[in-house]
């Protein structure tokens, strides 16, 4: 049973936007941990998109800079995905994912992951 649920999919136009939320309200000490967003897209393998740090601190793919922004509630346990201009390379499955270490460092590799949700699917078509 997931302990990460993704929320927010959907099917969009080039050129909207979308926000993600992650629920992670199993976790007792969920703000304690780094969160991240990861994507899957066809014919790719799994590639970081954001990730956000127990004390707020964020970093982001090159290729989403300035059109993603990642962000956490930890009083609801959630962490947000808002991306913007949406492209049909952006099509995909997004999972969010939460730290091998409580209060460890910042990073994008998923290898640093070992809690993942089971994604929502993101589809950008005209």
């Known amino acids: 049973q997931a302990q990460l649920v993704e929320s927010g999919g959907g099917s969009v136009l080039p050129g909207m936007s979308l926000a993600l939320s992650c629920d992670g309200s199993?976790?007792?000490?969920?703000?304690?941990?780094?969160l991240g967003w990861f994507r899957q897209v066809p014919g790719k393998e799994r590639e970081a998109v954001a990730a956000i740090a127990s004390g707020g601190r964020t970093t982001y793919a090159d290729f989403v800079k300035d059109r993603v922004t990642i962000a956490r509630d930890d009083a609801q346990k959630r962490v947000y995905l808002i991306m913007r201009n949406l492209t049909q390379e952006d099509t995909g499955i997004y999972y969010c994912a939460r730290s091998r270490q409580m209060l460890g460092p910042l990073g994008l590799s998923p290898s640093e992951f070992d809690v993942w949700g089971q994604g929502t699917q993101v589809t950008v078509a005209s």
């Open positions: 199993a976790y007792q000490y969920f703000g304690m941990y780094a």
